[in-house]
């Protein structure tokens, strides 16, 4: 069998999430009116099916305004959800954008424990190169020696420098040798793993301003990204890690991994809602060129059941 293309491995990422639509939806047979009933089943549809109540009144009401008691089919109905969640979604489609100048640009990774985050800056890494971009690593999370070794294997995998330290180093100092190892070596990116640990907020808040008080030094603009990886299937998880990322460490930008499983993706669609933070990028997959840019129109048509 051949492998499944990444549009299939979106699916999957998202399949419950459609599933539970499509069921919750199944009322909806044959043309329906689209009254304040209908328009109830459909609210209460969208926030079981992980789209979280905000997103799903907001797609109530920008239904209601522009069909109310217009008589719609499954299929109407179905197209017309999966417009008002691309509405939302499309904002927040956000490619990673690198800058010119001042190189590096120093890109913070941050997230729990086996979010994937060590896969994502390797597919992150990689992605950039192809682009043409200079990238660098710099192993922040000194925590775990195994963090180390991991992030220096697929540095050598993918061909790109790594700036490391013992296990149990300063995260600052190394990250204030890589960048200006970086600087030195005119490259474009520079991504910092971090420990990241959500387990003592206090001890992440002071890893984060010490990093972020010695990249100042060299660089007040410096960490130019803090990007929070999350991990699919955690589902509604990711709403209070971004809400605690958020606060503790200045989140810009999310990148959800693990989409290729039996996820439930549209917990990205509440994230959109609630935090209008930029999505830069999807993981579907365990190699290196298993990182894709986020497609609001296609995610949206996948779980409304109409891709
Ligand atoms: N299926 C799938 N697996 C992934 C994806 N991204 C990462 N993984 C797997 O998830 C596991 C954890 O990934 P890591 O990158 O080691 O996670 P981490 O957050 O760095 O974890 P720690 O090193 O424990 O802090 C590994 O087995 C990865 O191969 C993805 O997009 N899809």
């Given at each position: 069998m051949s492998e499944p293309t990444w549009t299939e491995r979106v699916f999957g990422g998202f399949r419950k999430t459609s599933e539970r639509l499509s069921q919750n939806l199944g009322g909806v047979v044959g043309t329906t009116r689209l009254d304040e009933a209908t328009l109830d089943d459909v609210e209460d549809a969208l926030i079981v099916s992980d789209l979280g109540p905000a997103a799903a009144r907001r797609i109530r009401d920008r239904l209601s305004e522009k069909r109310f008691g217009l008589d719609v089919t499954e299929t109407q109905l179905k197209e017309a959800v999966a417009e008002e969640i691309a509405a939302i979604l499309r904002p927040v489609a956000v490619p990673l954008e690198i800058i010119a100048f001042p190189r590096p640009q120093v890109i913070l990774v941050i997230g729990v424990n086996g979010s994937g985050k060590t896969t994502t800056i390797a597919k992150l890494a990689h992605w950039l190169q192809e682009d043409d971009y200079?990238?660098?690593?710099?192993?922040?999370?000194?925590?775990?020696?195994?963090a180390i070794g991991q992030l220096a294997t697929w540095a050598e995998r993918i061909g790109v420098p790594i700036v490391r330290g013992p296990e149990g180093g300063d995260p600052a100092s190394i990250v204030f040798d890589a960048v200006k190892d970086a600087t030195a070596r005119g490259i474009d990116a520079l991504i910092v793993d971090t420990a990241g640990r959500l387990q003592n907020k206090r001890e992440l808040m002071d890893e984060l301003a010490k990093i972020r008080r010695v990249l100042g030094r060299l660089n007040p603009e410096a960490p130019h990204n803090v990007i929070l990886v999350l991990d699919a299937t955690n589902g509604q998880n990711a709403l209070s890690q971004i809400e605690t990322f958020r606060d503790v460490?200045?989140?810009?930008?999310?990148?959800?991994t693990k989409l290729d499983g039996t996820a439930r993706g549209g917990v990205l669609v509440a994230a959109a809602e609630q935090f209008g933070l930029p999505i830069h990028a999807i993981g579907v997959g365990e190699k290196m060129d298993d990182l894709r840019p986020f497609d609001?129109?296609?995610?949206?048509r996948v779980i409304a059941g109409v891709a």
């Amino acid at each position: 069998m051949s492998e499944p293309t990444w549009t299939e491995r979106v699916f999957g990422g998202f399949r419950k999430t459609s599933e539970r639509l499509s069921q919750n939806l199944g009322g909806v047979v044959g043309t329906t009116r689209l009254d304040e009933a209908t328009l109830d089943d459909v609210e209460d549809a969208l926030i079981v099916s992980d789209l979280g109540p905000a997103a799903a009144r907001r797609i109530r009401d920008r239904l209601s305004e522009k069909r109310f008691g217009l008589d719609v089919t499954e299929t109407q109905l179905k197209e017309a959800v999966a417009e008002e969640i691309a509405a939302i979604l499309r904002p927040v489609a956000v490619p990673l954008e690198i800058i010119a100048f001042p190189r590096p640009q120093v890109i913070l990774v941050i997230g729990v424990n086996g979010s994937g985050k060590t896969t994502t800056i390797a597919k992150l890494a990689h992605w950039l190169q192809e682009d043409d971009y200079g990238v660098m690593l710099a192993a922040g999370d000194t925590f775990r020696a195994a963090a180390i070794g991991q992030l220096a294997t697929w540095a050598e995998r993918i061909g790109v420098p790594i700036v490391r330290g013992p296990e149990g180093g300063d995260p600052a100092s190394i990250v204030f040798d890589a960048v200006k190892d970086a600087t030195a070596r005119g490259i474009d990116a520079l991504i910092v793993d971090t420990a990241g640990r959500l387990q003592n907020k206090r001890e992440l808040m002071d890893e984060l301003a010490k990093i972020r008080r010695v990249l100042g030094r060299l660089n007040p603009e410096a960490p130019h990204n803090v990007i929070l990886v999350l991990d699919a299937t955690n589902g509604q998880n990711a709403l209070s890690q971004i809400e605690t990322f958020r606060d503790v460490a200045g989140v810009t930008g999310l990148v959800m991994t693990k989409l290729d499983g039996t996820a439930r993706g549209g917990v990205l669609v509440a994230a959109a809602e609630q935090f209008g933070l930029p999505i830069h990028a999807i993981g579907v997959g365990e190699k290196m060129d298993d990182l894709r840019p986020f497609d609001a129109d296609l995610v949206a048509r996948v779980i409304a059941g109409v891709a």
